[in-house]
């Protein structure tokens, strides 16, 4: 393509996931991966994360013993929500962690995504979504706290 198109955005906003059980989740997010709280709407009901990079909303749905499991090979809509490790020993040890915590679903353990050199494990948190943990070594040093 010769005409080139300038990217008009930078970067995302925040991400928002509807989960059926936000305190569970909530729990999940900052006392097993050590996320802060950074803002709350008790009346919708929401909590707002951060890792200290981006900003992740966590709506609680209306009905959580009627919700419909998002199923991501028939519906459009979140696949899963990547995050990124700063490093091998960082992935192995939230792997340890994330795995013995309550209502968590692991879908498998660390492996090479692909060929590799990236290695990545999935779960699915308490709240119903399917969250994937990255360390690829070819960023390595990428995007650390500030």
């Known amino acids: 393509m010769s005409d080139e198109v300038k990217a008009g955005t930078c970067g995302f906003d925040h991400v928002a996931l509807s989960v059926r059980d936000l305190a569970a989740s909530r729990k999940f997010f ?11 709407r008790p ?13 992740l909303t966590l709506w609680q749905v209306a009905s959580p013993g009627t919700a419909i499991a998002f199923d991501r090979r028939n519906n459009v809509g979140l696949h ?35 060929s590799g050199p990236k290695v990545h494990f999935m779960v699915c948190e308490p709240g119903g979504v399917r969250v994937e943990f990255t360390f690829d070594p070819r960023r390595e040093g990428v995007g650390r706290a500030r």
């Open 43 to 55: 009346d919708y009901p929401a909590a707002f994360l951060s890792d200290g990079h981006g900003i």
């Open 80 to 114: 899963h929500l990547a995050i990124a490790v700063a490093d091998r020993a960082g992935l192995d040890a939230l792997y340890q962690r994330a795995s013995g915590w309550r209502d968590v679903v692991v879908e498998f353990a660390p492996q090479l995504s692909g």
């Open 30 to 40: 900052c006392d097993c991966l050590g996320w802060r709280v950074v803002g709350e």
